[in-house]
C-alpha cells in the first residue's frame, strides 16, 4: 500500500519562495515515478513536474526555470520547490504515484500567491 503526505503550503507574496514536501510511505517497494500536480477553482487538474526512480525530471512550460523537483531516496519523499511565485501559481497542489498500476494522490496543499 502507498501513501502520500504533503505538506508545505501556505501564502506568499508575488516573487516569493516555498518548498512542498510530499512524504511516501512504501516506495522503497514501489520505486515509481513522482508527479506533481496543481488544480486551481473551476479548472481541471493540471500536470506540474514529474521526477523518476533515476531522478530524471520533466516540467510543464508554465513552471520551467522557476520550480524544482527532487526525490530524497533515504527519507522517501518528494520536494517542489517553488522560486519566483507568480499569481497564477495560486492552486491546490497534489502528489501523485502509480504503483503496480493503481494511481495513488495526496490530499493537497494550498498555495496562494498575491
Known amino acids: 500500500h502507498v501513501q502520500l503526505v504533503e505538506s508545505g503550503g501556505g501564502s506568499v507574496l508575488a516573487g516569493g519562495s516555498l518548498r512542498l514536501s510530499c512524504a511516501v510511505s512504501?516506495?522503497?517497494?514501489?520505486?515509481?515515478?513522482m508527479s506533481w500536480y496543481r488544480q486551481r477553482p473551476g479548472k481541471e487538474r493540471e500536470f506540474v513536474s514529474k521526477v523518476d526512480r533515476d531522478g530524471d525530471t520533466n516540467y510543464a512550460a508554465s513552471v520551467k526555470g522557476r520550480f524544482i523537483i527532487s526525490l530524497d531516496n533515504a527519507k522517501n519523499t518528494a520536494h517542489l520547490q517553488m522560486n519566483g511565485l507568480k499569481p497564477e501559481d495560486t492552486a491546490m497542489y497534489y502528489c501523485q504515484t502509480n504503483c503496480r498500476g493503481t494511481d495513488f494522490w495526496g490530499q493537497g496543499t494550498q498555495v496562494t500567491v498575491s
Open positions: 512504501g516506495y522503497t517497494d514501489c520505486r515509481y515515478d
